[in-house]
C-alpha cells in the first residue's frame, strides 16, 4: 500500500475522487509496495485499481485511458533501503555531530539507483528484489564495483556476506539489463593490479557495463584516518595510467572510451583533464567526472546568450578542487559574457580542508566569505550545495542566505541555467 500525497487539478485521479491520504492498495490484484510498482503497473490503457479513502471507504475503480494522459497523483516516497555495510571511507560515517537526522541515513537502495542515478552496491537484494529488477527492468542501474574480487571487496565494504558482484551483474546482463559502474580507489587496497583485474572483469561483461569511473577516496576531518588514507600524487598518476590504457583499449575494439577518470583523480594527479570528446555523453558527470568539460560545452553552446550580463561585476562561488579547475571554465565564460568574473573560492568551514567539493560547502562559510561584497552585482552559487528543500549541509535556509547577503544570489548547475533571471540593472 503507498499513500496518496497529492491530486492534480482537472485529472483523471480528481475526477475518480481520490485526495491526499488516499491509499493505493492494488493494480489487477497486485499489491503495491511503493512507487516502482504504481508507476510499472499503471502503464496500460485499462487496468483495475483498488483503492481506500481517507474516511475507510474502499473503491474498486475499472480505468480506461490514453497513455499520453497522467493519472495525476503524486505518491509517497518509498522508505528507504540503509545500507548494510562500513565502509571504512562512507561518508556518513565522516560526518560531525549536530545535523539534520536525515544526513545519517545511509542509503543503498537499488530503486533510487534507477530512478535518482544513486550508486548502490546491491549487497542487501533479496530474491524478490532481483525478481522485480528484472520484471521492470531497472536499467542501467548505477552500481558501486570498488573492486570484484569477492575477499577484496568484502574487505572493502566491511560486509563479509556481500555477494559475488560478477555473478550479480552477469544475472542481470542476462536479462538485458545495463549498468553505469564506479571503482572508489583506496589506496593499497583495490588500486594496481587489483584495479586492473576489477577492470578486465567488468570488460569481460561486456556491453551491459556501459561505463566505469574511477574516483579517489575523499575523506572529511571526521573519517576513520586509522584505517583509510587519501591517495598520494603517485598513487593517482598510476591510477591515471591503468585508466587511460583501458580507454585505449575500447576506444580501440569497442570505439568508446568506456572508463573515466573523476576530474579529481586528475587534479590531485597534478595533470591535464582529458578533452571533451573523452567524456561521450557524460553519463557520470553528477559523479564528477567530466565535470569541467561539460561546463565549458555549456558555455561554448549558449555563448551568443551571455551577452546579457556584458558589463556586470559577478562572482562565482565555489570550492577548492573546483577552484584549481574553474579557471578553465571562466575564461571562456568572461569572453562570451563581456563580464568582469570573479572567482570565490570557499574552504569548508564545516568538514575541513579535506572535503573540497562545491556541491557539499555549508551555507555558514559562504556567507563569511560574501560578507561586505557590495562591489558585486550578483553571485552564482553551486545549485548542488542545495538540496530539494533548498537547505545547506549546516542547516542553513537558502532564502536566509539570500536575504542577508549584501549582493542578489543566484543558483546555479551549469551557468547557462542562471541567464533566465538576468542581473539587475
Known amino acids: 500500500m503507498i499513500k496518496v500525497t497529492a491530486v492534480h487539478p482537472g485529472s483523471i485521479a480528481d475526477e475518480l475522487g481520490l485526495k491526499p491520504g488516499t491509499e493505493l492498495l492494488s493494480v489487477n490484484g497486485r499489491e503495491l509496495e511503493d512507487f516502482l510498482d504504481w508507476e510499472f503497473l499503471t502503464a496500460d490503457e485499462e487496468f483495475g485499481l483498488h483503492v481506500r479513502q481517507p474516511d475507510g471507504q474502499e473503491i474498486e475503480f475499472e480505468i480506461e485511458r490514453p497513455l499520453t494522459e497522467p493519472l495525476g497523483v503524486s505518491v509517497e ?59 521492470y527492468r531497472l536499467s542501467p542501474l548505477y552500481v558501486s564495483v570498488h573492486a570484484t574480487d569477492p575477499v577484496i571487496r568484502r574487505w572493502l565494504l566491511r560486509n563479509p556476506t556481500a555477494p559475488d558482484i560478477r555473478e550479480q551483474l552477469s544475472r542481470f546482463a542476462r536479462h538485458g539489463l545495463q549498468f553505469h559502474t564506479q571503482i572508489v580507489m583506496s589506496p593499497g587496497v ?33 573519517s576513520k584516518h586509522s584505517r583509510v588514507r587519501e591517495p598520494t600524487t603517485d598513487e593517482c598518476r598510476a591510477a591515471v595510467g591503468q585508466v587511460e590504457r583501458w580507454e585505449s583499449r575500447a576506444l580501440a575494439e569497442r570505439a568508446n572510451r568506456w572508463v573515466h577518470g573523476a576530474d579529481e583523480l586528475y587534479l590531485r594527479a597534478d595533470l591535464p583533464l582529458p578533452p571533451e570528446a573523452s567524456y561521450g555523453d557524460f553519463e557520470q558527470v553528477e559523479n564528477g567526472v567530466g565535470s569541467v568539460r561539460f561546463l565549458q560545452r555549456r558555455v561554448r553552446e549558449d555563448a551568443g546568450h551571455f551577452r546579457v ?9 565555489t570550492g577548492t ?21 570573479e572567482l570565490i573560492v570557499v574552504e569548508n568551514g564545516l ?67 542562471a541567464l533566465e533571471h538576468g542581473v539587475a540593472a
Not at 321 to 341: C, K, N, W
Request: hydrophobic share 40%.
Open 77 to 135: 516516497p518509498p522508505r528507504i533501503r540503509r545500507c548494510a555495510n562500513r565502509c571504512d571511507f562512507c561518508f556518513v560515517d565522516g560526518l560531525p555531530e549536530g545535523l539534520r537526522d536525515v544526513l545519517y541515513i545511509r542509503d543503498d537502495d537499488y530503486r533510487l539507483s534507477f530512478q535518482y542515478g544513486n550508486f548502490a552496491t546491491l549487497t542487501n537484494l533479496k530474491p524478490w528484489d532481483e525478481a522485480r529488477i528484472i520484471e
Open 190 to 222: 583495490n588500486d594496481g593490479a587489483i584495479m586492473d583485474q576489477t577492470l578486465a572483469d567488468l570488460y569481460d561483461l561486456g556491453s551491459p557495463v556501459l561505463s566505469v569511473s574511477v574516483v579517489p577516496v575523499g575523506l572529511t576531518e571526521f
Open 321 to 341: 578542487s573546483m577552484g584549481r579547475l574553474m579557471p578553465q571554465v571562466l575564461a571562456p565564460l568572461a569572453e562570451a559574457s563581456r563580464a568582469h568574473l
Open 309 to 317: 550580463w556584458a558589463g556586470k561585476r559577478i562572482g562565482i562561488v
Open 351 to 417: 568538514f575541513g580542508p579535506r572535503v573540497t567539493t562545491a556541491g557539499l560547502l555549508p551555507g555558514k562559510s559562504i556567507a563569511e566569505a560574501l560578507a561586505g561584497r557590495t562591489d558585486l552585482d550578483l553571485v552564482l552559487l553551486p545549485g548542488e550545495s542545495i538540496n530539494d528543500d533548498h537547505l545547506f549541509i549546516d542547516n542553513m535556509e537558502a532564502d536566509a542566505l539570500v536575504a542577508s547577503s549584501p549582493v542578489p544570489i543566484q543558483f546555479s548547475q551549469d551557468f547557462s541555467d
